[in-house]
């Protein structure tokens, strides 16, 4: 997919841009330079004063008249505050609200319906599914995969694996976290496959890491539910190892997995969540679906939806299948047509809705430490608001108190409702709360 990004305003209405960027091209996106060129423009608008309302307005228009077939997404400022006029204006097809801002990509893709598969498989879905920011960094500590999925290009695109020593990685870490970086996310193609060209594995690097450094929050990437290495599961004893896991399981059918090459079935995927579940209780698990893979049927469909059921996600990133030049599936037969595809990608979207709300509800009145991320947005009301994520990857928006900034700071957070839109916690500070960590300025 083509996406042009256009914003007005403010310093941040940029800065958000550039993480969009990124996402979509991570994605398998590409940012193209004009309106024209696009399948996507996304505008990101400013009400900071009337001049800029009539900017924004003159944006919309403009952008329709130059390409009448693009999707347009508005998001800002301008659509926050006025969300019926700048959806009543000509060619916009999706609004995005402040609040929702960091999921704009998903969001879009999602609502506009425009999911595809990413070009390469574990590794952008860790990108699109972490916000970054100036307090949360990606480490990749390994490339390449040994396996041979058959969506999959990683192998053809990346080649063999290779890992960079845990001395880099320790290294990079302190750095980071020098330089003001209170949350690192160890990323991978294959994750799990850490080490086996260097004699050691992903437990003796996370093991490392926390003992090396003093990043106060480490996180996994996607990882692949197999080979995990022995005794994975203590290491979520150290409270600095978030206790979250990004599994990709891809389908719900044996038979569509064997079709897939993958090497983890049903019955083991569901043995590892019970490992995990029990050795981390408040384990939030997240995975990856590919809806629509050439020769799934109705039969098919149906079980995997109720597998994915029984086995519970707290959030699923879902792809449509689409075919890539170069895998095997490509040439398989019994590609899925596209309406049936868009249906079960709408069933499972509204199945993830329902999971995600339950394991919300579980959070409610627990306290947790809460990585707020940068300054506040303005939500509906005109009230500020920080988000941040607690420490199970759960998003949680707060009041922003008059008297103090908690920007980057990891905060004692007590979980009150779930927001109207049903897509983060409201939290507020606990009565125990004290700054666990400062931010320092980045450098
Ligand atoms: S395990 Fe499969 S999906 Fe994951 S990177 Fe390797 S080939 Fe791709």
Redesign the pocket.
Known sequence: MQVHLKTLGCRLNEAELETWAHAFQADGDRIVGSTREADVVVLNSCAVTHEAVRKSRQAIRRIHRENPTAKLVVSGCYATLNPEEAARSLGVDLIIDNRDKTRLVELTKARLNIENMPSL??EPAAVALFSRGRQRAFVKVQDG?R???T??I??VARGEERSRTIEEVVNEVNRLYEQGILEVILTG??LGGYGSDLGTDLSRLITAVLSKTDIPRLRLGSL?PWELPESFFRLFENPRFMPHLHL?LQSGSDRILRRMA??CNTADFAGLIEQARDAVPDINVTTDIIVGFPGETENDWESALSYIERIGFGHIHIFSYSVREGTKAAGMPDQVPAAVKKQRSRQLHELAYVMKQERMKAGLGWTFQVLVEGRPSIDADGSPLYFGYTPNYMRVALPAPEDQSLENQIRTVRLKSISECGSYLLGALSDSDEAVSSFLPMT
């Open positions: 498989s574990t995969c396996y041979r999925c969506f999959c990683v192998t193609v294959h692949e990709p993958r090497r």
